[in-house]
Every structure is written in C-alpha cells, then in structure tokens.
C-alpha cells in the first residue's frame, strides 16, 4: 500500500509564501507523474499543479499559475509545492496524489491546509 504523507502548511498573511512537501513510500517512486490537489470547504477536489516522473515537465492550473511551482527529489520520494504571492481563495486542504489518481484513489493522506487570512 502506497502511503503519502503532506506536510508544510499553516497561517500566512496575503502576499506571503509556504512550501509544501510530501513525502511517499512503498512505491518506486520515480516513475509516476505527482500532482498536488487541494479542497476548499464546499467545493470540489482539484487539481493544481502536476510533474513528470523525471521532473522534466510541468503544468499548472490557471488560477496558479505563476505563483506555483511544483518540483520533485526522487532521491527522496518527496514532491514540493513552493506558494508564492498567496491569496485568500488558495486556502484549502492540500494533497498529493499521482496524477491521474486510479487506482491510488483510497491512499489519500490526511493533507496539509493553508489558510491564507489577514
């Protein structure tokens, strides 16, 4: 069973930054394509920022793009997400997950939130 495990998040004014990390285990981890997600209360999952496997490529949802970037240490299982310029409307539960999630739809963490508020 895959176990993925986030971390990182907290209390930030608008305008101030976070990173996230997420470290995952029992798994070759190098060979999937990692995602970020996040849930706001009352909506929907989604998905905000996606990597390859080797690292080498990148997509990001438009309501972050810019001020989001994804990245990766296979070395170490763990797949960060640096926030910058936040706002209010990033404040949600954040998760990892492969990207798409399959069969990894039952080995969701317990997330991280930020909560962006002044």
């Known amino acids: 069973q895959v176990l993925l495990v986030e971390s990182g998040g907290g209390l930030v004014q608008p305008g101030g930054s976070l990173r996230l990390s997420c470290a995952a285990s029992?798994?070759?981890?190098?060979?999937?394509?990692m995602g970020w997600y996040r849930q706001a209360p009352g909506k929907e999952r989604e998905l905000v920022a996606i990597?390859?496997?080797?690292?080498?490529?990148?997509m990001y949802a438009d309501s972050v793009k810019g001020r989001f970037t994804i990245s990766r240490d296979n070395a170490r299982n763990t797949v960060y997400l640096q926030m910058n310029r936040l706002k209010p409307e990033d404040t949600a539960v954040y998760y990892c997950?492969?990207?798409?999630?399959?069969?990894?739809?039952?080995?969701w963490g317990q997330g991280t939130q930020v909560t962006v508020s002044s």
């Open positions: 997950n492969k990207v798409p999630v399959g069969t990894w739809r039952d080995y």
């Open positions: 029992r798994i070759t981890f190098s060979i999937y394509t």
């Open positions: 990597i390859t496997g080797p690292g080498d490529s990148t």
